[in-house]
């Protein structure tokens, strides 16, 4: 398995509140991605790093921020939650390919968020 | 708009029956075209990563296979331990280290 932990794995929260989600690699790998799966939906890109302090928006970024300060962690923040941000969020990382570009990502365990 | 369909969204077999799961993409270039297994609660696992069209490659009873517009994972003689929901996902050159899923097919192997 990839050395990708994510905490945490549940959190029932309410409406308005902020949320951090955070994602551990153990594989100093430079490339992380935040991705939340939806019935109906699959799986969507947030926002995505390709470095320390390095960021940048995916497909569904509104209503999220991310920061990355050490290789290792990679958070992710709800400044504050909406009812359809109930999902569930995956941690996601890459190493390097030959050439610089990204190659197979390797997803977390995930976190189940349920916002009320 | 880069899309990617998976067909059909499930798919019952009875144990041994061999079938193909349907992968269908429309990027704007394709760098990489990947497989994954996910299982109830669970990540999504890594299978097969294709990047050229004709290209194969095999793991126990699946193979991927891609051209120009799909890809197929096939099964062959299927055991109750290979059901799962089966993604696939693309990556545009454009849109580099952004993968497009498609939505998966459930696969249930009954004994």
């Known amino acids: 398995d990839a050395g990708i932990t994510q905490s945490p794995r549940h959190k029932v929260t309410e409406t308005g509140t902020p949320v951090t989600l955070r994602c551990h690699q153990t594989?100093?790998?430079?490339?992380m991605y935040w991705y939340r799966q939806d019935p109906g939906h699959g799986l969507r890109l947030i926002h995505y790093s390709y470095g320390v302090k390095d960021t940048d928006k995916g497909e569904v970024s509104d209503g999220y921020s991310v920061s990355r300060s050490k290789t290792e962690d990679f958070l992710l923040t709800l400044e504050s939650a909406t009812s359809s941000q109930t999902s569930v969020y995956f941690c996601?990382?890459?190493?390097?390919?030959?050439?610089?570009?990204?190659?197979?990502?390797?997803f977390g365990p995930g976190t189940r968020l349920t916002v009320l | 708009e880069d899309q990617v369909t998976q067909s059909p969204e499930a798919l019952r077999l009875q144990e041994g029956e061999s079938s193909s799961l349907n992968c269908s993409y429309t990027v704007s270039g394709l760098r990489g075209l990947f497989w994954y297994r996910q299982d109830p609660g669970k990540g999504p696992e890594f299978l097969f990563t294709l990047y050229s069209a004709g290209e194969e490659k095999e793991k126990e009873r699946l193979k991927a296979t891609l051209t120009k517009k799909e890809s197929f994972l096939h099964i062959t003689a299927p055991k109750p331990e290979d059901s799962a929901t089966y993604l696939c996902?693309?990556?545009?050159?454009?849109?580099?280290?952004?993968?497009?899923f498609g939505q998966g097919t459930r696969l249930t192997i009954n004994p």
């Open positions: 996902a693309a990556e545009p050159i454009q849109g580099a280290q952004k993968l497009v």
């Open positions: 594989e100093n790998h430079r490339y």
């Open positions: 996601a990382i890459s190493p390097p390919r030959f050439g610089g570009v990204t190659d197979t990502q390797y």
